[in-house]
Structure formats: C-alpha cells, structure tokens
C-alpha cells in the first residue's frame, strides 16, 4: 500500500463516514488537503462558494434538509473567521455541521505570523461542545471522529484545526500503547423513551385541561401523525415554531400557523385562550407570545434535557425523543368530548386564511409583496424545499405559505442572521438534486451576498437532476424589515441614510450568467412568472418590484395599536403616507366581513 499523508487519510476517513459534499474555499492554509483532494479524484465531492460565510451556510443548509452531518471547510487566519457566522447559525438552530479549518505551521505558532489566529480561542464559544487541533498524524481518526459524533449527537457546530505541515505529515494509525487513543467508524442511535410514570403524569394534566394548545417545534418532525392523533383526543389546536413550520401540514384545520411576532393571528389567541399547554421539541424563545405563567398548565416533551423547561413553567419535563413520547402518552389520554376549544380555533383558522388571502389583493405601488407568496402557495411541488432570508421576507414566509405534507422549508430561525437564504437553497439542491427548491430573499440579502452566489449556481446547476433553483427577491430598495422595527418599537421615521438601497438589475445579472430572469412590476404578471419559473429548464431569478410600504403587523396588533405606531412616525418619514394608507388597506381585512362571521 502506497504511503499517504494527513490531508490523504482526512479524506479517506470523511468518505468512511459516508461525507459526500465538502463545502469551502481554498486558500494556502489548506493547501496539503486541496492537494489531497486532487489525488482522491474530488471524493468527497469539493463545492466552492464565493466565501467561507457562505460555504458555512451551505453546510447548514445541507445538514438541515438531510438531518445529516455538513461539512465546511477553510483556511487559516481570514478563512476560519469568515465561518463563524455560518456555524454561529449552525449552534442556535442546533444543526450538525463540522468545520475543518487549516494554520499555519506549528513552528510559526506564537510568533504573530501571517494569517496566525489563535483559532482555539477563536472557535472554543461557537464549536463549545468540541474544538481540537490536529499536531501529530496519530491524533487524527479520533479527533474527527468525535468531531463528527459530537456534531451529531448534540445537534451542534464542532471544528478540527490542522496546521499546514500537519497536512503533509506521513500518516501514521495510533498504536496499541500508552497514551494512544484509538477510534472507529460509525454511531447507532438509541431510541429515547420517556420515564412510565412521567408520561402517567403528563396524560393526568393534559386530561385535566379544557382547552388543550400544543406547540411544535423542529423537533416534532416525523412525530405528525401522532401529533394528529393527540390533537384529536385532546380537541387541540397546534402552533407552529418558526423552525417547525414544515412539520404539520398548514391543510390541518386545527393547526393555527406560524407563533411569535410573524406569526398568525390565530396562533395568538390560541395562546393567550388556553388553559393547558403541551410543547413539543421547541425552544421557542419570546414568551410574551406564550400564556401567562399563572394561566396554564404545561408539559413539554424535548429529546435534549439541556433545553427543556427553560420557556414556561411546566408541571412535567419529559426528555425523550417526540415519536416515542408521544406514543406512550396517546392510549393514556382521555377524548374530550366537548369539541367546542377546537371549533372556535378551526373557525379562527379559516378566517385567517381568508384574511390573508384578502390582504394579498391589497394594491400597492408596485407589487404587493403578499400576492408573490400568496400566488405560489397553492402552485408549490409536493416535494418542494423552501428558504427564506431574514427580513420581511421571512414574515410572508411565515404567514402567506401554505405547507403541505413532503414539503420542506427553513430560515435562520434563532441567528436571524441576513445573507443564508441563497446558500441554504444552493445546500438543499446539493442534499436533494432531484427536488425543486424556492428561495425568498429581500434585496438587502441579495446585496450582501446572494448575488454573489448567483455565479455557485451558474457553476453547478447543470450537474443537478431537477434544475429548478427559484430565488424570488423582494426588489424595494429599502432594509425593510429594520425599517419597520425603528417605527414599531422606537417610534422612529424611516432614517434614510441608512435604510435606503441603491438600485440593481438583479434580473440583469442573472441573465448575464445564463440564468432564466424576469421583472416584474406588474402583480398581474406574478401567475405567470411562477408558472414558467416551475416549468424552466435551468434556475430562475424573479426580480419583483415590491412596495416597502406594507407593513408586517404583528399578529396581536389591535386596530388601535396600529393607529398610535401610524401617527407616531408620521412626522419626518419619507413614506409615511404610502405606509399609512397600505397599513389601512391591509389591517382592515381583518374586521371586514368574511365567509365564516
């Protein structure tokens, strides 16, 4: 057998643990691997970005889509600082991502040379559950291996250092000696039940309620049908996390959408209408938007006893996984025979949607942005994966698509960080060659750094078996989102030096690489551009020319609310009376007459 180096064997072992993608960007603090890489026939398969962040981020991506492990790499110094955000990402949405990340050579550390960070310190908070560096060739399986166990079992960013002449060591296998750690391939995971007697405890609170709300988090998915079941039993109504907006079907007429400030109005009052409450793996932070503590009482089932009872004060804490919890827990609830708790919610419900339809309709200056998702809602593929930036985007993603069962969709749920919707599409499409993909960006993303990563797709989405790569920008040259917080929270009038973008033809620059672009400003014209856009034979850039004036109004905001935050930022804001006169439009449907009363 012929001699092979570190960066050899790195790439030998993430092939033995069945990594097929590697997303980076190359730079001489890993140049021993990008060697290597070439002698192992580009297995794993090597996916450049345009920047490290962005590489990160399509880890993230990746790892989301497949519940698989996502692997990022970069060089020393520069490389390994444009990561952190992504893996930053990765650590508060609990994502599996390792980080290889290269320095320079052991004989220059400690003497400030190029590109030398101390990447231990650097890394010891976003990768806190395991960070390592690699200084001798016999360290290396078990370094990596843990890496990527640890990421796994924790749902959490990890990250090796190796220095640069680490690389091109001989390899050597630990031995069979003292102070020698060997390793191994592989993990089988337990199924985690929950404890018979907390499980008894639970069922005797949830029997006890009249009017039962459950919420879902990203760590229910797989667990809907016995989530159906429970909702049945206990006539509950269930919200949704943002994280775990895919995890039951928007078509439930019990399930009330999306919670939190983009969230459903439904969502709010079946909150703050309850008298028990059952949250299933989700840590969803903002408790103002949960029942007043002395209101209800609580059960929460969640796979991570790290997490559990930090959000509301539960009688019951199950840690056990959703599934297998749930499980034990049906035969022992009781069916409520009063069904009136989910009538008034299924009622609430519907209204909503008709609601929602209604404000998609708004007229705006040019498009409203609601009638863009509200046209493709009922147009998306059965098999669709969606993502959606940070910013007002996220807000009709939250509330405008109606998710069926199969369907997929994510955000940067906890970060809320801009820049990750381009990349996580582009690291869905890599998970899931086969499944169309939608993204939502605001055009401050798209700045930032998706046009960037317009030339990643135009470099690869010949090689994907289904090219359909939507990206759907929200075109009103305003940072939108943080527009309508300043007026929200700070009673502040648009400050324009900082909120307002400059122009782009961002349907220009995807044609100029080849991509199928369209502008719109005519909302009439949205149909048709969602049709051709699923129907295309290579990725698509809807460039639509929104109006910044519709404003995401919290779902619990009164008619009264929004009239005090209209004329307090009145005074001063340069499109003051476009919002007050959309903000109208739009608030207004939800008091004009509607099908159901």
Sequence with gaps: MASQNVADYLLERLRAWEVEHVFGYAGDGI????????????QPRFIQSR???????????????TGRVGVCIATSGPGAIHLLNGLYDAKLDHVPVVAIVGQTNRTAMGGSYQQEVDLLSLYKDVASDYVQMVTVPEQLPNVLDRAIRVALSQRAPTALII????????????THEFKMVPSSIGIDWPNTTPDDAAVARAAEVLNAGKKVALLVGQ????????????????????????????????????????????????????????????????????????????????????????FIGMRYPNEVNLVADAKSALRALIPLLERKTDRSWQEEIESNVSRWW????????????????????????????????????????????????????????SLSGTLATMGPGVPYGIGAKFAHPSRPVIVFAGDGAM?????????????????????????????????????????AMSGAPKFVESQMLPDVDY?????????????????????????????ADRPTVLDVHTDPNMPPIPPHATWEQFKSVATAVLSGDEDSWGFTMAGIKTKAQEFLPHRNG
């Excluded at 059965?382 to 969709?409: C, H």
């Excluded at 700045?447 to 939507?470: F, H, S």
């Excluded at 044609?511 to 719109?520: D, F, K, Q, V």
Aim: charged content about 25%; proline content about 5%; glycine content about 8%.
């Design 507 to 535: 349907a220009g620059f995807a044609a100029s690489l080849g991509l199928h672009a369209e502008t719109i400003t005519d909302p009439s014209r949205l149909a048709g551009a969602w049709d051709k856009a699923l129907a």
């Design 31 to 42: 140049n021993g691997i990008m060697a290597a890489w070439g002698r192992a026939d580009n």
């Design 51 to 65: 920047h490290e962040e962005m590489s990160a981020f399509e880890a993230v991506g990746y790892a989301k889509f």
């Design 163 to 174: 220095p640069a002449d680490v690389q091109e060591l001989e390899y050597a296998a630990p």
């Design 447 to 487: 700045q930032m750094n998706g046009l960037a990563e317009l030339i990643t797709v135009k470099r690869y989405w010949q090689e994907w078996d289904d090219p359909r790569l939507i990206i759907a920008i929200l075109h009103n040259n305003d940072l939108n989102q943080v527009t309508w917080e300043m007026r």
């Design 219 to 306: 760590g229910a998915r797989g667990a809907d049908e016995e989530i159906a079941q429970v909702a049945d039993l206990l006539g509950a109504g269930a919200a949704k996390a943002l994280l775990g907006k895919d995890v039951l079907s928007d078509e439930l007429p019990w399930v009330t959408g999306s919670i939190g400030l983009l969230g459903t109005r439904p969502s709010y009052e079946l909150m703050m209408g309850c008298d028990t409450l059952l949250t299933i793996g989700s840590s969803f932070p903002y408790t103002q938007f949960l029942p007043e503590y002395d209101q209800a009482r609580g059960v929460q089932i969640d796979i991570d006893g790290r």
């Design 354 to 409: 008709e609601t929602m339809a209604k404000e998609a309709e708004v007229a705006a200056d040019p498009v409203n942005p609601l009638r863009l998702f509200a046209e493709l809602s009922p147009r998306l593929p059965e098999n669709v994966i969606v993502t959606a930036d940070s910013g007002s985007a996220a807000n009709w993603y939250a509330r405008q698509l109606k998710f069926r069962p199969g369907m997929r969709g």
